[in-house]
């Protein structure tokens, strides 16, 4: 079972730029990626989404220009740079995988993904 792990949150300022990291357990080239978010009260969104070998992505308009996800299968690690954070950007961020057999596919919703990581906290102060 795929296991993952969100570093890098933090309390930060508005405008200010931050790096999340997402490391897996298990070579990371044979699946899909993404990250979501939930704030407080409201449910988990979908903030970007990488495919297996990282030639494809994709943003919700909220953080398109501003989130850029990568990966690097050789450290079985994903990264999510924020730049120009909000407020509205506080959330605690969570990681995704779902392995992927064929294709360069990437995924939006919660359910399109099969392994979670436990999250990390993004404050931004105003």
């Known amino acids: 079972q795929e296991q993952l792990v969100e570093i890098g949150g933090g309390l930060v300022q508005t405008g200010d730029s931050l790096r999340l990291s997402c490391g897996a357990s298990?070579?990371?080239?044979?699946?899909?990626m993404g990250w979501f978010r939930q704030a407080p009260g409201k449910e988990r969104e979908f903030v970007a989404a990488?495919?297996?070998?990282?030639?494809?992505?994709y943003y919700p308009d909220s953080v398109k220009g501003r989130f850029t996800i990568s990966r690097d299968n050789a450290k079985n690690t994903v990264y999510l740079q924020m730049i120009s954070l909000k407020p509205e950007d506080t959330a605690v961020y969570f990681c995704?995988?779902?392995?992927?057999?064929?294709?360069?596919?990437?995924?939006?919703?919660?359910?399109?993904?099969?392994?979670w990581g436990q999250g990390t906290q993004v404050t931004v102060s105003s």
């Open positions: 298990r070579r990371t080239f044979s699946y899909a």
């Open positions: 995704a995988a779902r392995r992927v057999y064929s294709g360069s596919s990437f995924y939006t919703t919660e359910s399109d993904y099969s392994y």
């Open positions: 990488i495919s297996q070998n990282g030639g494809r992505t």
